[in-house]
Protein backbone atom coordinates (compact mmCIF):
# COMPACT_ATOMS: atom_id res chain seq x y z
CA UNK A 1 0.00 0.00 0.00
CA UNK A 2 1.10 3.48 -0.40
CA UNK A 3 1.96 5.74 2.80
CA UNK A 4 -0.10 8.39 3.35
CA UNK A 5 0.88 9.83 6.78
CA UNK A 6 3.94 11.80 7.43
CA UNK A 7 5.72 12.38 10.92
CA UNK A 8 4.79 15.12 13.28
CA UNK A 9 6.17 18.63 13.93
CA UNK A 10 9.29 18.44 16.11
CA UNK A 11 8.46 19.43 19.99
CA UNK A 12 9.21 23.08 20.74
CA UNK A 13 10.18 24.61 24.55
CA UNK A 14 8.61 25.30 27.49
CA UNK A 15 8.95 29.50 26.62
CA UNK A 16 5.49 30.99 26.83
CA UNK A 17 4.13 33.04 23.99
CA UNK A 18 2.39 36.06 23.93
CA UNK A 19 0.55 38.26 21.63
CA UNK A 20 1.04 41.84 20.88
CA UNK A 21 -1.75 42.84 22.80
CA UNK A 22 -1.12 40.43 26.20
CA UNK A 23 2.59 41.81 26.18
CA UNK A 24 1.06 45.65 25.74
CA UNK A 25 -1.05 44.79 28.26
CA UNK A 26 1.66 43.62 30.84
CA UNK A 27 4.26 45.88 30.47
CA UNK A 28 0.93 48.25 31.34
CA UNK A 29 0.12 46.94 34.03
CA UNK A 30 3.76 46.91 35.30
CA UNK A 31 4.29 50.56 34.85
CA UNK A 32 1.15 51.43 36.03
CA UNK A 33 2.23 49.37 39.19
CA UNK A 34 5.09 50.54 39.72
CA UNK A 35 4.42 54.45 39.26
CA UNK A 36 0.83 55.02 40.47
CA UNK A 37 0.91 58.39 41.30
CA UNK A 38 4.46 60.71 40.67
CA UNK A 39 5.54 64.44 41.07
CA UNK A 40 7.76 65.47 37.76
CA UNK A 41 9.35 68.76 37.35
CA UNK A 42 10.67 70.02 34.14
CA UNK A 43 9.83 72.06 30.84
CA UNK A 44 6.87 72.45 28.76
CA UNK A 45 7.85 71.84 25.62
CA UNK A 46 5.58 71.35 22.24
CA UNK A 47 1.64 72.12 23.27
CA UNK A 48 -1.15 71.05 21.19
CA UNK A 49 -4.82 71.56 21.92
CA UNK A 50 -7.27 69.99 19.62
CA UNK A 51 -10.64 70.71 19.37
CA UNK A 52 -11.79 67.78 21.40
CA UNK A 53 -10.81 69.73 24.49
CA UNK A 54 -7.86 67.28 25.38
CA UNK A 55 -4.25 69.00 26.37
CA UNK A 56 -1.51 67.18 24.81
CA UNK A 57 2.29 68.23 25.57
CA UNK A 58 5.76 67.47 26.57
CA UNK A 59 7.84 67.98 29.70
CA UNK A 60 11.40 67.58 29.20
CA UNK A 61 14.99 68.32 30.96
CA UNK A 62 18.31 68.58 29.24
CA UNK A 63 18.20 64.68 28.68
CA UNK A 64 15.36 63.32 28.26
CA UNK A 65 11.38 64.24 27.13
CA UNK A 66 7.73 62.55 28.55
CA UNK A 67 4.80 62.62 26.76
CA UNK A 68 1.64 64.45 28.69
CA UNK A 69 -1.61 64.09 28.16
CA UNK A 70 -4.79 65.70 30.44
CA UNK A 71 -8.32 64.72 29.87
CA UNK A 72 -10.96 67.41 29.09
CA UNK A 73 -12.26 67.55 32.80
CA UNK A 74 -8.83 67.78 34.35
CA UNK A 75 -8.03 71.03 32.04
CA UNK A 76 -11.44 72.36 33.66
CA UNK A 77 -9.96 72.04 36.58
CA UNK A 78 -6.52 73.24 36.27
CA UNK A 79 -5.83 76.57 37.88
CA UNK A 80 -2.66 77.05 35.02
CA UNK A 81 -2.28 75.57 31.74
CA UNK A 82 0.93 75.08 30.53
CA UNK A 83 2.51 76.94 28.24
CA UNK A 84 5.64 76.55 26.19
CA UNK A 85 9.11 76.67 27.77
CA UNK A 86 7.35 77.12 31.55
CA UNK A 87 8.97 75.21 34.24
CA UNK A 88 6.62 73.29 35.99
CA UNK A 89 5.64 70.32 38.35
CA UNK A 90 2.77 67.96 37.15
CA UNK A 91 1.12 65.68 39.44
CA UNK A 92 -0.64 62.24 37.78
CA UNK A 93 0.22 58.71 36.69
CA UNK A 94 2.04 56.97 34.45
CA UNK A 95 0.90 54.70 32.06
CA UNK A 96 1.10 53.33 28.15
CA UNK A 97 -0.30 53.83 24.84
CA UNK A 98 -0.28 50.45 23.24
CA UNK A 99 -1.11 51.90 19.33
CA UNK A 100 2.03 53.41 19.34
CA UNK A 101 4.09 51.33 21.95
CA UNK A 102 5.19 54.49 24.03
CA UNK A 103 4.91 55.65 27.78
CA UNK A 104 3.17 59.10 28.29
CA UNK A 105 2.06 60.83 31.57
CA UNK A 106 -1.64 61.64 32.68
CA UNK A 107 -1.60 64.70 34.37
CA UNK A 108 -4.09 65.63 37.22
CA UNK A 109 -2.82 69.18 38.13
CA UNK A 110 -0.03 71.26 37.05
CA UNK A 111 1.62 74.23 39.24
CA UNK A 112 4.51 76.40 38.20
CA UNK A 113 7.74 75.77 39.93
CA UNK A 114 8.29 78.62 42.07
CA UNK A 115 7.24 82.04 41.97
CA UNK A 116 10.06 83.19 39.27
CA UNK A 117 8.31 80.78 37.00
CA UNK A 118 5.04 82.02 37.56
CA UNK A 119 6.73 85.66 37.13
CA UNK A 120 7.75 85.07 33.61
CA UNK A 121 4.35 83.14 32.56
CA UNK A 122 3.17 86.55 33.62
CA UNK A 123 5.57 88.62 31.76
CA UNK A 124 5.19 86.84 28.40
CA UNK A 125 1.85 86.35 28.43
CA UNK A 126 1.48 90.45 29.04
CA UNK A 127 3.69 90.89 26.25
CA UNK A 128 1.57 89.01 23.96
CA UNK A 129 -1.76 90.51 24.93
CA UNK A 130 -0.52 93.82 24.47
CA UNK A 131 1.09 93.01 21.11
CA UNK A 132 -2.39 92.46 20.19
CA UNK A 133 -3.53 96.03 21.34
CA UNK A 134 -5.79 94.60 24.44
CA UNK A 135 -3.78 97.12 26.35
CA UNK A 136 -4.05 100.40 23.96
CA UNK A 137 -4.88 103.71 25.91
CA UNK A 138 -6.83 104.52 22.72
CA UNK A 139 -9.29 101.80 23.26
CA UNK A 140 -10.29 102.57 26.86
CA UNK A 141 -13.86 103.83 27.47
CA UNK A 142 -14.68 106.95 29.72
CA UNK A 143 -16.07 106.52 33.30
CA UNK A 144 -20.10 107.84 33.13
CA UNK A 145 -19.83 110.75 35.97
CA UNK A 146 -23.21 109.50 37.30
CA UNK A 147 -24.04 106.18 36.60
CA UNK A 148 -27.72 104.85 37.34
CA UNK A 149 -26.64 101.24 38.25
CA UNK A 150 -23.52 99.70 38.99
CA UNK A 151 -22.38 95.48 38.85
CA UNK A 152 -20.27 94.23 40.81
CA UNK A 153 -17.79 90.52 39.91
CA UNK A 154 -16.90 89.77 43.19
CA UNK A 155 -17.69 87.05 46.03
CA UNK A 156 -20.86 87.33 47.93
CA UNK A 157 -19.46 86.78 51.11
CA UNK A 158 -16.38 88.41 51.56
CA UNK A 159 -15.39 92.26 53.12
CA UNK A 160 -14.84 93.81 49.77
CA UNK A 161 -18.35 93.75 48.50
CA UNK A 162 -19.13 94.97 52.40
CA UNK A 163 -16.98 97.95 52.25
CA UNK A 164 -18.08 98.67 48.22
CA UNK A 165 -21.89 99.04 49.17
CA UNK A 166 -20.67 101.18 52.59
CA UNK A 167 -18.66 103.46 50.61
CA UNK A 168 -21.55 104.08 47.92
CA UNK A 169 -24.57 104.73 50.68
CA UNK A 170 -22.12 107.29 52.17
CA UNK A 171 -21.24 109.16 48.73
CA UNK A 172 -24.00 108.38 46.35
CA UNK A 173 -26.53 105.52 46.84
CA UNK A 174 -26.96 103.91 43.82
CA UNK A 175 -28.20 100.84 42.27
CA UNK A 176 -26.19 98.05 42.74
CA UNK A 177 -26.45 94.58 41.07
CA UNK A 178 -23.66 92.03 42.15
CA UNK A 179 -22.43 88.90 40.19
CA UNK A 180 -21.03 86.10 42.74
CA UNK A 181 -18.22 84.40 42.13
CA UNK A 182 -15.08 82.87 43.33
CA UNK A 183 -12.05 85.21 43.29
CA UNK A 184 -9.54 82.22 43.74
CA UNK A 185 -9.13 78.94 42.93
CA UNK A 186 -9.53 76.82 39.29
CA UNK A 187 -12.90 78.40 39.27
CA UNK A 188 -11.93 82.03 39.00
CA UNK A 189 -11.39 82.63 35.94
CA UNK A 190 -13.80 80.91 34.01
CA UNK A 191 -16.60 82.72 36.69
CA UNK A 192 -15.16 86.19 36.20
CA UNK A 193 -15.14 86.11 32.48
CA UNK A 194 -18.79 85.03 32.02
CA UNK A 195 -20.05 87.33 35.13
CA UNK A 196 -18.44 90.29 32.86
CA UNK A 197 -19.90 88.56 29.27
CA UNK A 198 -22.99 88.36 31.30
CA UNK A 199 -23.70 91.94 32.60
CA UNK A 200 -22.19 93.03 28.75
CA UNK A 201 -25.74 90.59 27.50
CA UNK A 202 -28.03 92.33 29.53
CA UNK A 203 -30.22 94.10 26.82
CA UNK A 204 -31.37 97.84 27.46
CA UNK A 205 -35.11 97.89 29.15
CA UNK A 206 -34.72 94.96 29.96
CA UNK A 207 -36.17 93.27 33.18
CA UNK A 208 -33.11 93.35 34.55
CA UNK A 209 -31.38 96.71 35.01
CA UNK A 210 -28.17 96.93 32.63
CA UNK A 211 -25.47 98.42 34.50
CA UNK A 212 -23.90 101.81 33.43
CA UNK A 213 -20.04 100.76 34.87
CA UNK A 214 -18.90 97.04 36.11
CA UNK A 215 -16.34 97.16 39.04
CA UNK A 216 -14.09 93.65 39.09
CA UNK A 217 -13.04 93.55 42.96
CA UNK A 218 -11.17 91.34 45.30
CA UNK A 219 -8.90 92.16 48.35
CA UNK A 220 -5.41 91.46 48.99
CA UNK A 221 -3.61 87.76 48.52
CA UNK A 222 -0.26 86.24 47.28
CA UNK A 223 0.63 85.85 43.55
CA UNK A 224 -0.93 82.68 43.31
CA UNK A 225 -4.27 83.60 45.19
CA UNK A 226 -4.78 86.85 42.23
CA UNK A 227 -3.79 84.61 39.51
CA UNK A 228 -7.06 84.31 38.40
CA UNK A 229 -7.17 87.75 37.01
CA UNK A 230 -4.59 86.99 34.96
CA UNK A 231 -5.90 84.51 32.93
CA UNK A 232 -6.30 85.11 29.07
CA UNK A 233 -9.74 84.44 29.36
CA UNK A 234 -10.37 87.21 32.00
CA UNK A 235 -7.99 89.81 30.06
CA UNK A 236 -10.60 88.99 26.69
CA UNK A 237 -13.60 89.33 28.74
CA UNK A 238 -12.43 92.76 30.27
CA UNK A 239 -11.17 94.36 27.12
CA UNK A 240 -14.20 93.39 24.59
CA UNK A 241 -16.84 94.75 27.27
CA UNK A 242 -18.85 97.80 26.20
CA UNK A 243 -19.57 98.31 29.50
CA UNK A 244 -16.80 100.88 31.05
CA UNK A 245 -14.83 98.10 33.68
CA UNK A 246 -13.09 99.59 37.01
CA UNK A 247 -11.04 96.81 38.24
CA UNK A 248 -10.16 96.82 41.91
CA UNK A 249 -7.97 93.64 42.86
CA UNK A 250 -5.70 93.16 45.70
CA UNK A 251 -3.84 96.35 47.07
CA UNK A 252 -1.90 99.27 46.03
CA UNK A 253 0.81 97.25 45.09
CA UNK A 254 -0.64 94.47 43.38
CA UNK A 255 -1.02 94.38 39.92
CA UNK A 256 -3.07 91.85 37.50
CA UNK A 257 -3.14 91.67 33.44
CA UNK A 258 -6.90 92.79 34.24
CA UNK A 259 -5.38 96.26 35.32
CA UNK A 260 -4.26 97.10 32.30
CA UNK A 261 -7.51 95.70 29.92
CA UNK A 262 -9.79 97.76 32.71
CA UNK A 263 -10.77 100.86 31.31
CA UNK A 264 -9.68 102.43 34.90
CA UNK A 265 -7.90 100.73 37.76
CA UNK A 266 -8.38 101.50 41.61
CA UNK A 267 -5.35 100.91 44.20
CA UNK A 268 -8.53 99.08 46.30
CA UNK A 269 -12.08 98.27 46.04
CA UNK A 270 -13.17 101.09 48.28
CA UNK A 271 -11.37 103.38 45.93
CA UNK A 272 -13.22 101.60 42.80
CA UNK A 273 -16.50 103.02 44.96
CA UNK A 274 -15.01 106.60 45.09
CA UNK A 275 -13.97 106.48 41.47
CA UNK A 276 -17.42 104.96 40.28
CA UNK A 277 -19.91 107.98 41.84
CA UNK A 278 -19.02 111.51 43.54
CA UNK A 279 -19.99 112.97 46.40
CA UNK A 280 -23.61 113.78 47.11
CA UNK A 281 -23.42 116.25 49.92
CA UNK A 282 -20.85 117.70 47.57
CA UNK A 283 -22.54 117.90 44.37
CA UNK A 284 -25.58 119.43 46.37
CA UNK A 285 -23.12 121.81 47.97
CA UNK A 286 -22.04 122.53 44.35
CA UNK A 287 -25.65 122.88 43.22
CA UNK A 288 -26.97 125.26 45.71
CA UNK A 289 -23.63 127.49 45.11
CA UNK A 290 -24.51 127.47 40.98
CA UNK A 291 -28.16 128.70 41.61
CA UNK A 292 -27.03 131.22 43.70
CA UNK A 293 -24.90 132.23 41.36
CA UNK A 294 -27.47 132.65 38.73
CA UNK A 295 -30.12 133.78 40.50
CA UNK A 296 -27.11 136.85 41.36
CA UNK A 297 -26.36 136.75 37.32
CA UNK A 298 -29.94 137.34 36.37
CA UNK A 299 -30.89 139.78 38.47
CA UNK A 300 -27.73 141.84 37.40
CA UNK A 301 -29.00 141.46 33.29
CA UNK A 302 -32.06 142.37 34.36
CA UNK A 303 -30.68 145.49 35.86
CA UNK A 304 -28.14 146.30 33.06
CA UNK A 305 -30.72 145.66 30.61
CA UNK A 306 -32.76 148.13 32.02
CA UNK A 307 -30.45 150.54 32.20
CA UNK A 308 -29.67 150.45 28.82
CA UNK A 309 -33.21 150.73 27.60
CA UNK A 310 -33.82 153.62 29.52
CA UNK A 311 -30.34 155.35 27.91
CA UNK A 312 -31.74 154.32 24.45
CA UNK A 313 -35.17 155.48 25.06
CA UNK A 314 -33.63 158.56 25.66
CA UNK A 315 -32.04 158.85 22.65
CA UNK A 316 -35.50 158.24 20.01
CA UNK A 317 -36.95 160.97 18.86
CA UNK A 318 -40.72 162.17 20.50
CA UNK A 319 -43.65 160.03 18.41
CA UNK A 320 -45.18 162.82 16.91
CA UNK A 321 -42.11 163.84 15.44
CA UNK A 322 -41.96 160.36 14.04
CA UNK A 323 -45.19 160.49 12.33
CA UNK A 324 -45.57 164.24 11.05
CA UNK A 325 -43.68 163.72 7.55
CA UNK A 326 -45.48 160.61 6.87
CA UNK A 327 -49.41 161.85 7.84
CA UNK A 328 -47.98 165.04 5.25
CA UNK A 329 -47.32 162.34 2.49
CA UNK A 330 -50.61 160.55 3.06
CA UNK A 331 -52.63 163.73 2.41
CA UNK A 332 -51.61 164.62 -0.62
CA UNK A 333 -51.08 161.13 -1.83
CA UNK A 334 -55.68 161.75 -1.21
CA UNK A 335 -55.85 164.49 -2.95
CA UNK A 336 -54.22 163.51 -5.99
CA UNK A 337 -56.14 159.74 -6.05
CA UNK A 338 -59.44 161.47 -6.73
CA UNK A 339 -58.33 163.51 -9.47
CA UNK A 340 -56.66 160.43 -11.20
CA UNK A 341 -59.52 158.49 -10.67
CA UNK A 342 -61.36 161.02 -12.94
CA UNK A 343 -59.36 161.46 -15.70
CA UNK A 344 -58.59 157.44 -15.75
CA UNK A 345 -62.48 156.84 -16.81
CA UNK A 346 -62.44 159.06 -19.36
CA UNK A 347 -59.77 157.93 -20.88
CA UNK A 348 -61.32 154.45 -20.95
CA UNK A 349 -64.75 155.44 -22.29
CA UNK A 350 -62.96 156.51 -25.16
CA UNK A 351 -61.29 153.87 -26.24
CA UNK A 352 -64.37 151.93 -25.57
CA UNK A 353 -65.80 154.27 -28.11
CA UNK A 354 -63.23 153.86 -30.75
CA UNK A 355 -63.95 150.18 -30.35
CA UNK A 356 -67.32 149.93 -30.63
CA UNK A 357 -67.90 151.57 -33.82
CA UNK A 358 -65.22 149.08 -35.68
CA UNK A 359 -67.63 145.88 -34.37
CA UNK A 360 -70.56 146.42 -37.16
CA UNK A 361 -72.52 143.72 -38.42
CA UNK A 362 -71.18 144.10 -42.26
CA UNK A 363 -67.80 144.06 -40.66
CA UNK A 364 -68.16 140.66 -39.13
CA UNK A 365 -69.96 139.11 -42.22
CA UNK A 366 -67.35 140.40 -44.31
CA UNK A 367 -64.17 138.73 -42.11
CA UNK A 368 -66.70 135.18 -41.57
CA UNK A 369 -66.78 135.05 -45.90
CA UNK A 370 -62.89 135.45 -46.39
CA UNK A 371 -62.40 132.72 -43.42
CA UNK A 372 -64.96 130.61 -45.26
CA UNK A 373 -63.22 130.81 -48.71
CA UNK A 374 -59.90 129.78 -47.06
CA UNK A 375 -60.67 127.01 -45.69
CA UNK A 376 -62.78 125.84 -48.81
CA UNK A 377 -59.40 126.41 -50.50
CA UNK A 378 -57.29 124.51 -48.19
CA UNK A 379 -60.08 121.64 -48.23
CA UNK A 380 -59.31 120.85 -51.98
CA UNK A 381 -54.88 121.04 -51.93
CA UNK A 382 -55.71 118.49 -48.84
CA UNK A 383 -58.06 116.12 -51.38
CA UNK A 384 -55.27 116.65 -54.03
CA UNK A 385 -52.21 115.62 -51.73
CA UNK A 386 -54.08 112.39 -50.39
CA UNK A 387 -54.68 111.05 -53.82
CA UNK A 388 -51.13 111.86 -54.49
CA UNK A 389 -49.86 110.25 -51.67
CA UNK A 390 -52.27 107.12 -52.33
CA UNK A 391 -51.04 106.48 -56.08
CA UNK A 392 -47.38 106.68 -55.10
CA UNK A 393 -48.17 104.14 -51.94
CA UNK A 394 -49.70 101.73 -54.67
CA UNK A 395 -46.88 102.51 -57.11
CA UNK A 396 -44.54 101.43 -54.56
CA UNK A 397 -46.45 98.77 -53.56
CA UNK A 398 -46.75 96.96 -56.94
CA UNK A 399 -42.73 97.30 -57.18
CA UNK A 400 -41.84 95.46 -54.34
CA UNK A 401 -44.67 92.67 -55.12
CA UNK A 402 -42.93 92.31 -58.71
CA UNK A 403 -39.69 92.02 -56.81
CA UNK A 404 -40.92 89.37 -54.30
CA UNK A 405 -42.46 86.88 -57.04
CA UNK A 406 -39.15 85.29 -57.87
CA UNK A 407 -37.68 84.92 -54.52
CA UNK A 408 -40.82 83.17 -53.29
CA UNK A 409 -40.70 80.72 -56.29
CA UNK A 410 -36.96 79.74 -54.78
CA UNK A 411 -38.21 79.27 -51.29
CA UNK A 412 -40.67 76.40 -52.81
CA UNK A 413 -38.17 74.84 -55.17
CA UNK A 414 -35.41 74.51 -52.07
CA UNK A 415 -38.33 73.57 -49.92
CA UNK A 416 -39.17 70.80 -52.48
CA UNK A 417 -35.56 69.14 -53.00
CA UNK A 418 -35.09 69.49 -49.03
CA UNK A 419 -38.39 67.04 -48.57
CA UNK A 420 -37.13 64.46 -51.05
CA UNK A 421 -33.75 64.57 -49.87
CA UNK A 422 -35.22 63.47 -46.36
CA UNK A 423 -37.37 60.95 -47.86
CA UNK A 424 -34.32 59.26 -49.25
CA UNK A 425 -32.30 59.13 -45.99
CA UNK A 426 -35.21 57.45 -44.46
CA UNK A 427 -35.75 54.72 -46.74
CA UNK A 428 -32.02 54.55 -46.15
CA UNK A 429 -32.40 54.06 -42.20
CA UNK A 430 -35.03 51.89 -42.86
CA UNK A 431 -33.31 49.02 -44.66
CA UNK A 432 -30.51 49.45 -41.91
CA UNK A 433 -33.34 49.17 -39.06
CA UNK A 434 -34.54 45.86 -40.92
CA UNK A 435 -30.99 44.04 -41.15
CA UNK A 436 -30.01 45.39 -37.70
CA UNK A 437 -31.38 42.56 -35.57
CA UNK A 438 -30.36 39.73 -37.97
CA UNK A 439 -26.86 40.54 -37.62
CA UNK A 440 -27.08 41.21 -34.05
CA UNK A 441 -28.04 38.00 -33.66
CA UNK A 442 -25.73 36.30 -35.91
CA UNK A 443 -22.65 38.06 -34.12
CA UNK A 444 -24.03 37.09 -30.50
CA UNK A 445 -24.42 32.90 -31.79
CA UNK A 446 -20.61 33.35 -33.00
CA UNK A 447 -19.92 34.25 -29.29
CA UNK A 448 -21.99 31.75 -27.94
CA UNK A 449 -20.38 28.69 -30.03
CA UNK A 450 -16.55 30.33 -28.88
CA UNK A 451 -17.51 30.62 -24.94
CA UNK A 452 -18.61 26.78 -25.72
CA UNK A 453 -15.69 25.71 -27.17
CA UNK A 454 -13.64 27.39 -24.40
CA UNK A 455 -15.63 25.79 -22.01
CA UNK A 456 -15.01 22.19 -23.26
CA UNK A 457 -11.46 22.94 -23.77
CA UNK A 458 -11.10 24.11 -19.49
CA UNK A 459 -13.51 21.27 -18.39
CA UNK A 460 -12.00 18.90 -16.04
CA UNK A 461 -12.69 15.96 -18.52
CA UNK A 462 -10.16 17.70 -21.02
CA UNK A 463 -7.62 17.38 -17.57
CA UNK A 464 -8.26 13.78 -17.21
CA UNK A 465 -7.02 13.32 -20.78
CA UNK A 466 -3.61 14.40 -19.66
CA UNK A 467 -2.94 12.30 -17.42
CA UNK A 468 -4.61 13.76 -14.15
CA UNK A 469 -7.00 11.83 -11.77
CA UNK A 470 -10.31 13.37 -9.63
CA UNK A 471 -10.06 11.89 -5.83
CA UNK A 472 -13.41 11.22 -4.21
CA UNK A 473 -13.98 10.69 -0.55
CA UNK A 474 -17.42 9.71 0.87
CA UNK A 475 -19.17 11.95 -2.11
CA UNK A 476 -16.99 14.38 -1.79
CA UNK A 477 -13.55 15.68 -3.77
CA UNK A 478 -10.65 15.42 -1.03
CA UNK A 479 -7.80 17.52 -1.97
CA UNK A 480 -5.64 16.73 1.04
CA UNK A 481 -3.69 14.08 2.97
CA UNK A 482 -5.64 14.48 6.06
CA UNK A 483 -9.48 14.37 4.27
CA UNK A 484 -8.38 11.52 2.78
CA UNK A 485 -7.86 9.78 6.21
CA UNK A 486 -10.84 10.71 7.37
CA UNK A 487 -12.65 9.21 4.38
CA UNK A 488 -14.34 5.49 4.82
CA UNK A 489 -14.22 4.93 1.13
CA UNK A 490 -12.09 6.65 -1.54
CA UNK A 491 -13.45 6.77 -5.34
CA UNK A 492 -10.77 7.56 -7.95
CA UNK A 493 -11.75 8.96 -11.38
CA UNK A 494 -9.46 8.33 -14.26
CA UNK A 495 -9.99 9.77 -17.85
CA UNK A 496 -12.10 6.14 -18.48
CA UNK A 497 -13.74 5.31 -15.62
CA UNK A 498 -14.02 5.24 -11.47
CA UNK A 499 -11.83 3.16 -9.44
CA UNK A 500 -13.53 2.43 -5.58
CA UNK A 501 -11.12 2.03 -3.00
CA UNK A 502 -11.94 0.47 0.32
CA UNK A 503 -10.27 1.11 3.94
CA UNK A 504 -9.26 -2.57 5.78
CA UNK A 505 -10.25 -2.85 9.59
CA UNK A 506 -7.66 -1.78 11.62
CA UNK A 507 -5.83 -3.92 13.49
CA UNK A 508 -6.56 -4.97 17.58
CA UNK A 509 -2.93 -3.34 18.77
CA UNK A 510 -4.38 0.11 17.06
CA UNK A 511 -2.13 0.59 14.13
CA UNK A 512 -2.26 3.54 12.01
CA UNK A 513 -3.26 5.89 14.74
CA UNK A 514 -0.91 9.08 14.86
CA UNK A 515 1.88 7.15 13.55
CA UNK A 516 3.15 6.13 9.51
CA UNK A 517 1.19 3.13 8.06
CA UNK A 518 -0.59 2.30 5.29
CA UNK A 519 -4.40 2.94 4.01
CA UNK A 520 -6.53 0.15 1.78
Known amino acids: MMDMFEDGPAPQGNQPEYTVSELSGAVKRVIEGEFGLVRVRGEVGR ?22 ISWKGQVARM ?3 PEEGMEVVATGRMT ?11 VDDLAPAGAGALMAMLERRKAALGAEGLFDPARKKPIPYL ?22 RDRFPRHVLVWPVAVQGQDCAAQVAAAIRGFNALPEGGPIPRPDVLIVARGGGSLEDLWG ?58 LDALAARLTRGVGQGVMLRRQRLRDLARAL ?8 TPRQRLDGCAMRLSAGLGLAVAQKHRAFDRLAGRMQPATLRAGLARQRDLLAARDERLGRAVLRRFEQRQDRLAHLAARLAPALGRMLGDAERKLGEGRLALVRLSGRL ?61 RDG ?9 KARGEGEGGQGSLF
Not at 458 to 484: F, H, I, M, P, S
Open 317 to 324: PRLEALLQ
Open 229 to 286: FNEEVVVRAAAASRIPLISAVGHETDTTLIDHAADLRAPTPTAAAELAVPVRLELLAT
Open 498 to 506: RLALTRPAR
Open 147 to 168: PRVIGVVTSPSGAVIRDILHRL
Open 96 to 106: TFPGQSKYQLI
Open 79 to 81: QVR
Open 434 to 494: DSAPAQRLARLADRLEALDRTRVTLGYAETLKRGYAVVRGDGAVVTTRAGAERASALEIEF
Open 47 to 68: VSRPASGHLYFDLKDDRAVIAA
